[in-house]
C-alpha cells in the first residue's frame, strides 16, 4: 500500500494520533514525529521521546485475525532493524519485538501495536515504533542507546522512508516476515527467561512460528510462547 506521511515537528503520541485517525476510518497512514510530549511504552509505561528522534506509527487495516497482529510487529522490527544496519548501527532483534545493540544489549528501539476489532477480524491496527536516532546519549534512560551515540546522526527523512519501504515490502506475508525475522534475531541460540501469564518459561530460544510465538526448549520439552517479557540469559 502507498502510504501518506503526516507529519509533526511534535505530537503528544503519535499512536494516540494514529488511533483517531483509524476511528475516523483511515488507513494506509503514516503518523511521523521529530517529538512526543506523551510517549507510550508496552505495560502501560511512558516512552521517553525527546526532540531528534524517530517516533512513527503505521495506521492499517490489515485483513487479519487479532491472532495475527504480532505479525505485523515482528515485521516492524526487521523494517527497523534493516534501516540501522544500513545506516551503519549493528542491530539486532530480541524477541518479540526489542530493537537492541547486538554488542551490548542497549535498547535502540521499541515497538508498541494497538489493535481493535471482532475475535475474527481487527478493525484496525495502530504499530508504532519509536527509534533512539538523533539523541543525545545522557537524556536516556539506563540501557538504552541512540544512533547518534554509535555512529552519529542520520537523516530522519530517509531512515523514516527506508522503514516505510522495508514494512510495505513484506506486506503481511507470514514466511517473509518470520524468515527476515530469524536472520536478523539475537534471541534464537539463547538462554532465556519468559515471564508469562502462566509463570516462567527457561531454557533455550530454538525458532518463531507464526503468527509470533517464541519456541523454547526447556527441561521439561518444547514450550510455544505467545507473549511475555523476554530476558536474554547468560550461557
Ligand atoms: C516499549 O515499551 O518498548 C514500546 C515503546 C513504543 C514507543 C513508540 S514511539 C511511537 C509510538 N507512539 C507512542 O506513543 N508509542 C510508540
Redesign the pocket.
Known sequence: APYSVEYHDAID????RGRELAKAGDSDVVVLADE?TA????LE?A?N?PSGGV???FVLRPDVAPMEAPLLTLAAAVATTRALREAGVDAGIKWPN?VLLRTTGEKLV???TEMEGEADRVSWVIC???VNANVDPDTLPEGATSVREQVGDVDRRVFAQRVIEGFDSLQTDPDAILGAWRELAITLGRRVRVETRDGDVVGEAVDVESPGRLVVETEEGTARVHAGDCEHLRP
Request: proline share 0%; glycine share 22%.
Open positions: 503520541s503519535t499512536n494516540a512526543q510517549g507510550r511504552g508496552r509505561r516512552w521521546a517516533y512513527m506509527s526489542d521499541g515497538i508498541l508504532g515504533i519509536g
